[in-house]
């Protein structure tokens, strides 16, 4: 199926080497390293060196860094990038982006394949470095090199086009799959829309607390502690609402109508509970079980009531959702 990509080129200069997948056992965070740019023929390569889904001894692949692949690649062969991410979710293989390195264009696809499924938990498996580098940017057709004929033009135009839009009816085809039964696709729609809006010449980065929180990218690097107030319970209300919707916040209304916190007995993890009721024409609101802070890696459940989507939701939610969202990562600690 995406054979016909061989030529299709998503970012990153000409004429560097290939990719090259390494092991490094001394990693803490991944075995496997992929550098370099991504060409066709690394496809074949790279799925003869992981270990298939199958041949492991245990279903226990989450943080698991034999089954995650740290990515520094300024991009390459979009077609090979999708075969690449394709089998990283077919053998639940997780994506990483450690400090210092980036991840762009094509090889952004990658990463957004990483995920997780074994017999008791499915989901996303994607850790950015707050001083990593994650960018994308929509597919660039790579025609024959010229001189062209004059009258050839409007066709050679029209072969850019067609294959531009094959390309994006490919990508939105590949990453609607998701990593368990009710869950969300790989890349939402707000992400692939961002993408393939975004000039070829040009970079998009993943920066915010939104972008990472709204298109489930684990962050790395953070070591703060956040305390939960009034006012980081309303902003982890608001996240979630927006979020789960993948909608936009200036939708969402600023005006709060309560914020209820009261304590609860048997669970010494999350020893209270807080009410927020947001003012709108639909209830809207969340139900948040907490403790009196929150770092990074620890979850808190998130129930949502949004009367107006008619959606509830259980949401296990980490340190981003309480953070504001136009916070850029690199700032915080």
């Known amino acids: 199926m995406l054979a016909f990509l061989a030529a299709i080129v998503c970012g990153g200069g000409g004429g560097s080497r290939a990719a090259t997948l390494t092991t490094d056992a001394a990693n803490s965070v991944c075995l496997f390293r992929l550098t370099g740019r991504i060409e066709r023929d690394d ?5 003869s060196r992981l270990t298939p889904l199958d041949a492991l001894d245990t279903d226990d692949t989450d943080d698991n860094k034999d089954r995650q692949i740290c990515l520094d690649s300024p991009g390459g062969n979009f077609g090979a990038a999708l075969d690449i991410g394709t089998y990283l979710f077919e053998q639940s293989y997780g994506t990483v982006v450690e400090e210092g390195a980036s991840c762009l264009s094509a090889c952004a696809v990658i990463f957004m394949f990483g995920n997780v499924h074994g017999e008791e938990f499915a989901g996303f498996r994607r850790k950015l470095h707050i001083r990593g580098r994650l ?3 929509a597919v660039s057709p790579v025609l024959p090199p010229g001189p062209y004929p004059s009258e050839a033009v409007p066709d050679l135009v029209r072969a850019a086009f067609a294959q531009s839009s094959q390309v994006a009816g490919m990508i939105v085809e590949a ?3 998701t990593p368990g039964l009710g869950a969300e696709p790989m890349m939402r ?3 692939v829309v961002r993408m393939l809006t975004t000039d ?3 970079l998009f980065m993943v920066e915010t607390v939104d972008q990472f929180g709204r298109w489930h990218v684990d962050p790395l690097g953070l070591t703060m502690t956040v305390r939960i107030g ?4 309303v902003q982890a209300c608001r996240n979630a609402l927006v979020w789960t919707r993948d909608g936009d916040a200036a939708l969402l209304t600023d005006e709060v109508s309560s914020v209820e916190t009261r304590p609860v007995s048997g669970n010494a993890e999350a020893p209270l509970e807080s009410t927020v009721a947001l003012v709108g024409f639909a209830e809207l609101g969340c139900r948040i079980r907490h403790a009196a802070t929150i770092a990074n890696g620890a ?6 009531n949004d009367e107006f989507t008619g959606v509830k939701r259980l949401i296990f939610a980490n340190i981003l959702y309480f953070l504001p969202p136009d916070t850029l990562m690199r700032n915080l600690r």
């Open 43 to 47: 496809v074949a390569a790279i799925r």
């Open 135 to 137: 960018g994308f940017h």
């Open 175 to 177: 990453v609607r799959r």
């Open 189 to 191: 729609d707000s992400l």
């Open 200 to 202: 070829p010449s040009r």
């Open 230 to 233: 009034r006012n980081e319970l």
């Open 299 to 304: 979850l808190v459940e998130i129930e949502t």
